[in-house]
């Protein structure tokens, strides 16, 4: 088996587009939720809380016939990529075209703009605003295929439409691409743009914080005080490579990805359990040959709403017991659906190099009925750790697990 190191990142998030800034609102207890008056023209959606990306902008050489079939999500993915690419140092390499680099990359949906022209055809009988590139802007692999045509990439694309774990299903299936011989370079990641729609997915199960005039106070995983999730947007791209394939070349080699596992419930679409999230963390590490012991911090998936977080807490316990540290990022961020994975993997690697780890901000009573983990709080915690995993728990009962040791 050939072992995967990650070359290249950058991210998109709503407390920053770069690691320096991400970081400072990290370690300042700093959020991304803001109080979205746009969707004050929902009278029946119950929050008014969301968490956009700040200050994203194009170069000038993202032309109009560059970009003409891309809504939101697949240019804040086609960017993060160049931008990745360029850490890697291989932006200008013609390995990349030459049909040794896939890409493997995730969100939940197109662009819900290219939706709701489609949405208007079926309900107006009016097909005015559909043009050549409607489709290409709002089909679920968009991101994928966007990014594969801007950087003429000739590998595998494995699009990773899966709500919650889009993100790290499109890491998690690029380190086996690479892992079985099938590539020796990735593009990996996902990404995710904000909208009304998806925070009245969770409106409707009653799954959102409606604390509108207190946005710096929500979410809050495991608290009891808890009212629920905030929907973000942002978008990650984590480049791998086969390890002799990047030592060859003098790359710089932030963190190896060991293990990775995938599953699902199998009993509903909406409920998660306990069950599967403890089997999906237990494989990745057998999949490591790691055992508990030998992690030293957990991402949390931490979504702040009540079963997620009851559920994910009791896996976890059952696994690790009660002397890990946990934290979650999607208490800086929101929850970034497609982009989770990918940008707390990129999170969870740059901590982990420098030795500290964000707290979950907003944690100051820990529900009860969580179990007794040790969850990193306040100024955060100085960790000194090899390894670190991420996990992530998606709608459809589907579960990834990934984990990571330091780079050479």
């Known amino acids: 088996m050939r072992r995967v190191v990650v070359t290249g990142m950058a991210g998109f998030s709503p407390i920053g587009n770069d690691w320096a800034t991400i970081e400072h609102h990290l370690r300042n207890g700093i959020t991304g939720i803001r109080t979205v008056t746009e969707w004050d023209k929902y009278p029946d959606l119950n929050t008014r809380l969301g968490a956009p990306v700040p200050d994203f902008e194009l170069p000038a050489h993202y032309t109009r016939k560059r970009v003409r079939s891309m809504g939101r999500v697949a240019l804040m993915s086609t960017r993060v990529t160049e931008l990745a690419l360029a850490d890697a140092g291989l932006l200008d390499d013609p390995t990349i075209q030459d049909g040794r680099m896939g890409v493997s990359y995730g969100s939940s949906t197109g662009s819900p703009d290219a939706v709701a022209d489609f949405g208007n055809m079926l309900l107006n009988h009016a097909s005015g605003g559909i043009n050549a590139n409607s489709y290409l802007k709002m089909m679920s692999h968009t991101a994928a295929v966007n990014i594969g045509v801007f950087f003429s990439l000739k590998g595998r694309v494995i699009p990773t439409s899966s709500a919650c774990t889009s993100g790290s299903q499109g890491i998690g299936y690029a380190y086996e691409a690479i892992k079985y011989g099938h590539q020796d370079l990735m593009v990996a990641g996902g990404a995710e743009e904000?909208?009304?729609?998806?925070?009245?997915?969770?409106?409707?199960?009653?799954?959102?914080?409606?604390?509108?005039?207190?946005?710096?106070?929500?979410?809050?995983?495991?608290?009891?005080?808890?009212?629920?999730?905030?929907?973000?947007?942002?978008?990650?791209?984590?480049?791998?490579?086969?390890?002799?394939?990047?030592?060859?070349?003098?790359?710089?080699?932030h963190a190896e990805i060991v293990g990775f596992a995938t599953n699902s419930d199998g009993s509903h679409v909406t409920q998660p359990e306990a069950e599967t999230m403890y089997r999906a963390m237990a494989q990745a590490l057998e999949n490591a040959a790691l055992c508990p012991d030998d992690v030293g911090y957990i991402s949390a998936h931490g979504t702040a709403t009540d079963r997620g977080d009851i559920a994910e807490s009791q896996a976890t316990y059952r696994l690790f017991g009660d002397s890990t540290p946990i934290s979650a990022f999607k208490s800086f961020t929101g929850h970034t659906l497609g982009a989770c994975g990918a940008l707390e993997t990129l999170v969870a690697i740059e901590m982990m190099k420098r030795g500290w780890f964000h707290p979950t901000v907003n944690l100051d009573n820990i529900d009860e009925a969580c179990a007794p983990l040790d969850y990193i709080r306040g100024a955060g915690r100085q960790l000194e750790v090899e390894c670190v995993m991420n996990n992530n728990f998606a709608f459809g009962g589907i579960n990834t697990s990934l984990l990571l040791v330091r780079g050479d």
């Open 194 to 253: 904000l909208c009304a729609t998806e925070a009245a997915v969770f409106d409707t199960l009653y799954a959102t914080s409606t604390r509108n005039d207190e946005p710096q106070l929500t979410p809050r995983p495991f608290d009891r005080d808890r009212d629920g999730l905030v929907i973000g947007e942002g978008a990650c791209t984590l480049i791998l490579e086969e390890r002799q394939h990047a030592l060859a070349r003098g790359a710089r080699i």
